[in-house]
């Protein structure tokens, strides 16, 4: 229904990746292999063997064919089959969740980017680590060394998906390790091969943290603007870039000490930043110059989001039987969305970022459509009237945060500062 688009920037590159794999284009661009992860080219290979099969013509609609059809088996099975163990889950839900699904991923399908793949991966682990199979478990292991190689932002997920796994599976769960090393065998290999360096990430992953820290640690969000002559857009915080100025971070950790040390100015900056990846503009994983269409899309995304979130906190608390995995896969959901939290106050956040926990809002939102609220008790009005306020919070955090937008192209602390 929305066609295709032309594969640009990253999607480009990806792309590129993919179809030198398969052996259509010479080699990819400069630098590609130091700085991306070796599955970002694999992932698209299907698409890229199609269009050496049909004819370079063909690229953008063979993406779009590659990705609906995942996103069509995200939609009608995976996702149904995780709520399904949680709650009753009528066809009825089925129905709601796929339709906002594609509100949520639409705007992906027709884009060789890999956020649909690595974020699709992380609930495919939650519902393999229900299994006490080894078998089983290697393969979660398998998709967690994908999804990191992926998008190295994840990390955190992955890591605390294997943490409730050995801690529910013991022994059993010996074989999620062994799965992610053979995942990141191809990188090893990769970079043992070109380059003569031991390592099981791509070789300037070093650099990219570098950068992420440091833009992170005093910008909003960025967005690539879709038919601008100079793409990039940043959204600053004066206060944060006036705060780091003379001592911008150049790591992680660093980037966690200064948001430790700038408490409690760093937690609403942080605020900011969750709220604005959420407050999507119509043309996501793009940025637009749409103002009414944007602002209608991203309250929408905010809301379900909220919403949704809230939703499966109260079905998780009021549980009271977690016998045949559901503990698992709720703390499965709780590591996801711990995950992507981190994620996007760890880095120069996109609104692409905020992909799981749109995810998960849609999936809240399918259960509540089966189990509506009619006759409202005490604690459920005091959970509306909690959810409705963090959703005007989330809001209002999100209008702030993006208030400050600095002029298109690259930033650093000097100019974010002079913006205030």
Known sequence: MRGTQPLLFDAYHYWLGAQHIVGTSPEALENYWELRGVWTSIVYAPAAALTRLMGAPWATFA??????LVLSWFAAHLLPT??????????????????LLWVVTSGFASSSLVDIYA???CFAIVALIRSQRPSTLVLAGVLGGIVVNLRPAYVVVVALIVLITLISHKMAAIGMPLGFALALAPQVILNIGQFGHRSASPLLSDYLATLQAGLGSYTIRYDTVHGSDVPQQ?????????????????STAGLARTLLSNLPDSLVF???????ALHWPANTPYG???????????????????VGISVLARTFRRRSDWTDGRQVEALGFLAILIG?????VGSATEARFALPLAVLGALGCALL???????????QRRWIGVTCATLAITLTLGYIGLSNPADPGGVDAEICGLLG
């Not at 940043?234 to 780091?244: E, G, I, N, T, W």
């Not at 269409?293 to 379900?304: K, N, Q």
Request: hydrophobic share 50%; glycine share 4%; charged share 15%.
């Open 63 to 68: 993406v779009l064919l590659q990705n609906t």
């Open 82 to 99: 995780l709520a399904s163990r949680l709650a009753p889950w009528s066809p009825r839900a089925r129905w709601i969740a796929a339709g």
């Open 119 to 121: 974020a699709i991966g």
């Open 234 to 250: 940043f959204y600053c915080s004066p206060d944060m870039a006036a705060r780091v100025a003379d001592d911008v971070p150049t």
């Open 270 to 276: 942080s605020l900011e930043k969750i709220a604005a």
């Open 288 to 306: 637009a110059d749409s103002p009414g269409l944007d602002a209608i899309h991203a309250i929408l995304i905010t809301t379900m989001t909220v």
């Open 340 to 344: 992507a939290v981190v994620a996007i």
């Open 369 to 379: 459509s089966d189990n509506p609220l009619r006759t409202l008790t005490s604690s």
